[in-house]
């Protein structure tokens, strides 16, 4: 069964540094596009950042570039997604998902497999 969890949110601080894990199973990481969304109170999922299939070619939303890195550790078969200097407004449930096709894609519909989410807090 293809499965991802993620893990790692939590209360921080603006300008604090969190980790998210994005933990695959029952597929290889690598075989597929990995996204993240996020989801803030009373709006809609968007997706902010992925890494693609084929090359690991990233990709980053203006909110978040410079800030964020996303990144694929095979061994482990995870995706990690550093969050620096974090501000209020990342405040969301964060959901990592996982596709076959397209090669990389933010879109929500472009993705099968979903995680159940990690909530991240950041107080100012």
């Known amino acids: 069964e293809v499965q991802v969890v993620e893990s790692g949110g939590g209360l921080v601080q603006a300008g604090g540094s969190l980790r998210l894990s994005c933990a695959a199973s029952?597929?290889?990481?690598?075989?597929?596009?990995i996204g993240w969304f996020r989801q803030a109170p009373g709006k809609e999922r968007e997706g902010f950042s992925c890494i693609s299939k084929s090359d690991g070619t990233k990709y980053y939303s203006d909110s978040v570039q410079g800030r964020f890195t996303i990144s694929r550790d095979n061994a482990k078969n995870t995706v990690y997604l550093q969050m620096n200097t974090l501000k209020p407004e990342d405040t969301a449930v964060y959901y990592c998902?996982?596709?076959?096709?397209?090669?990389?894609?933010?879109?929500?519909?472009?993705?099968?497999?979903w995680g159940q989410g990690t909530r991240v807090t950041v107080s100012s």
């Open positions: 998902a996982a596709t076959t096709y397209p090669d990389m894609s933010t879109s929500l519909g472009a993705y099968d497999y």
């Open positions: 029952g597929f290889t990481a690598d075989d597929y596009a």
